[in-house]
């Protein structure tokens, strides 16, 4: 999803689509040191925005915590030593919101980082993305004068849009109330059950907006992002600006896909981190905005589920 739409930016920037270099998971396995040494050697890129990921919620999380915190951290380690080692100048690494400690003050600056315990529910997840920043940091503060390597982070808060993974247990809240409620519209189901409480605040950003963060943040002068960031806190949020309820959340998607039964909380299940709203005001100091509002946001990505989910449409 995230990859999709900064190719789709770049090309919005006149970016040649010839000079754009992509892998699927298929065409390249990240974790496979030796499969990302040979690519980078072969593709010698000038620019890197490392977008991939093992992704997924609290159901995912919970449930495959070795596979969350070993894949990512291989990805991670194997990309951005390969494009050291092949004289990549310059690096975006993407992380999430959930680096930030469990109780840290809201909205959560960056300067939150590492000053408390983090959401158990997702901590192996969160520890591979603190390690990709520290990894980022470590090649600047070795080699950044030596070889004029300038490795950036980005923050992102909870991502939707175009390209999403609409998997019924292992994807991200938006993309599974999607699916959920369009299944239970189609087959007339009366009652939709919800994870928790429905008090957590979530705050959610269009992926297309992410995307032109990323490239926003990675064309910045060097001197200016580095007046803005530390040698050891080098990374940038990226947010929306504000939050919502899960509850609201889920109400606002049953009107996006005209779903009218009901919704129902199972209490028994975990809500996760109560609030995860992050400060964004770095970067709009720096000159960025997000365009898409939720409610459009969602009519979109809708649109973008019925089209590729034919299987699940409605005759």
Known sequence: MVGSAIVRRLLANNQPADRIVTRTHAELDLTDQAAVRA???????????????????????????????????????????????????????????????????????EGALLTGYLEQTNEPYAIAKIAGIKLCESYNRQYGQSHEIDYRSVMPTNLY?????YHPENSHVIPALIRRFHEAKVNNISTVTIWGTGAPRREFLYVDDMAAACVHVMNLDKDLYEAHTQPMQSHINVGYGNDITIRELAKAICETVGYQGQIEFDTTQPDGAMRKLIDSTRLTSLGWQPRINLSEGLAITYQDFLKNNQSLRTE
Request: net charge neutral.
């Open 39 to 109: 690519f980078f050697k072969t593709e010698q890129p000038d620019q890197v925005y490392l977008a991939a990921a093992r992704v997924g919620g609290i159901h995912a999380n919970n449930t495959y915590p070795a596979e969350f915190i070993y894949e990512n951290l291989m990805i991670e380690a194997n990309v951005i030593d390969a494009a050291f080692r092949n004289k990549v100048k310059k690096l975006l690494f993407l992380g999430s919101s959930c680096i930030y400690p469990k109780a840290a003050t809201q909205p959560m600056a």
């Open 161 to 165: 849009g175009p390209g999403d993974n």
